[in-house]
């Protein structure tokens, strides 16, 4: 069954780093457009990052902007979001998606979810 797998969550203080890992299991993600979203917890599900299939990268959020960056590496079937200097806001469950090439600023449209995993940053 197709499916997106995430790793790399956990606790972190304020002013560090993580870095997530989203390897998709069963499909290919080169014709895939794959962003990053996060939802945490009374609030709606809030889109970040993403890059299209073409390599394009849209970010959707002020908030993450100059700390945040996305890559991929499609021999791996893996994309990655970098997270710097974090902070208590960033609390939340991280979650990968990808649909068909272009990305989009909201979760419609996204074929293909990974499970999700929790960033706490607390000191």
């Known amino acids: 069954q197709p499916q997106l797998v995430e790793s790399g969550g956990g606790l972190v203080q304020p002013g560090g780093s993580l870095r997530l890992s989203c390897r998709a299991d069963g499909f290919f993600l080169d014709d895939m457009a794959v962003g990053w979203f996060r939802q945490a917890p009374a609030k709606e599900r809030e889109a970040l990052l993403c890059?299209?299939?073409?390599?394009?990268?849209?970010n959707y959020a002020d908030s993450v902007e100059g700390r945040f960056t996305m890559s991929r590496d499609n021999a791996k079937n893996t994309a990655y979001l970098q997270m710097n200097n974090l902070k208590p806001e960033d609390t939340a469950v991280y979650y990968c998606?990808?649909?068909?090439?272009?990305?989009?600023?909201?979760?419609?449209?996204?074929?293909?979810w990974g499970q999700g995993t929790q960033v706490t940053v607390s000191s």
């Open positions: 890059i299209s299939s073409r390599g394009n990268s849209a």
């Open positions: 998606a990808a649909r068909d090439y272009v990305c989009g600023p909201t979760p419609n449209g996204y074929n293909y």
